[in-house]
């Protein structure tokens, strides 16, 4: 199915994943806005691809993230699918009491995520149609140590996302999560700083995922946006729920 005439949010994608989910839509047809705070990542995007706009984005901040969604409306009209990307973690060890990349998980993770939801369901609702896409991880369904505080960010997606679903269901709204397992060549875990935590885990800090990382395999990031477009072009009747995506030798 294409996406033509449809119009998308992606967050987060200034970089790794939310980057390959907004081409993917943008090649299947739709017209997509894409926010992060770092600006010039965004406009190289947009300058190599028509149909991509780019406006800063905290999704920390509300206003921040309501101005991202009214220039959506001004640029191509109220977005169809929005896809909450934007994410952070950090490898701590909860003895190293790391408070501050605590808080920044729960702000970007959490309120970041609770903000996109703020921005369009009601909207949604009226109209009768939108889809949200989260993406949550596999953190959320296998719990890592040093990954606490990540670990409870992305459950805290999950839940989020399966209750709104339930409390809207039959209002036309469809609500994704898409939960990826280790994701090559991404930024995730430059700016950690637990040395400890990061040595326990065989991460190698101020490395994109997948160097300096002791895992078996990972996945790519068109990996990723292949399942947000599966889910995003499922028929009008089908709810894709959930997409638990991971290496296939993952245990
Ligand atoms: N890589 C992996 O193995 C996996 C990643 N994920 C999830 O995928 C998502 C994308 O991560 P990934 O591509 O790997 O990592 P990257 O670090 O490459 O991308 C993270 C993106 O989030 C943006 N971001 C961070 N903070 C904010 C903020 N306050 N406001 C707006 N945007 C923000 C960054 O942009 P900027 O700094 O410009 O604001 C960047 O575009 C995250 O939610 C992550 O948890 C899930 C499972 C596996
Ligand atoms: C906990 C993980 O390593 C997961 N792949 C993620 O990056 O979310």
Known sequence: MSLNGKVAVVTGASSGIGQSIAKSLAASGASVIVGARRLAPLEDLASANEKITACACDVTDLDSFRNLISTCESTYGFPDILVNCAGV?????????KVDEWIKTVDVNCKGVLHGFACVTEKF???????????????SRRIFPSLAVYCASKTFVDILAEGTRRELVGTGIKITNIQPGDVKGTELIMN??????????????????????????LIDVEDVANAVIYAVTAPAHVAVNEVLIEPRDQE
């Not at 973690?89 to 009491?97: G, S």
């Open 89 to 97: 973690m950090y490898f701590t060890l909860m003895k190293n009491a």
């Open 125 to 139: 609702v009226e109209r009768g149609s939108g889809h949200i896409v989260n993406i949550s991880s596999d953190a």
């Open 192 to 217: 950690n700083t637990d040395g400890e935590a990061a040595e326990k885990m065989g991460v190698e800090i101020g490395k994109p995922v997948g160097e300096g990382f002791n895992r078996n395999q």
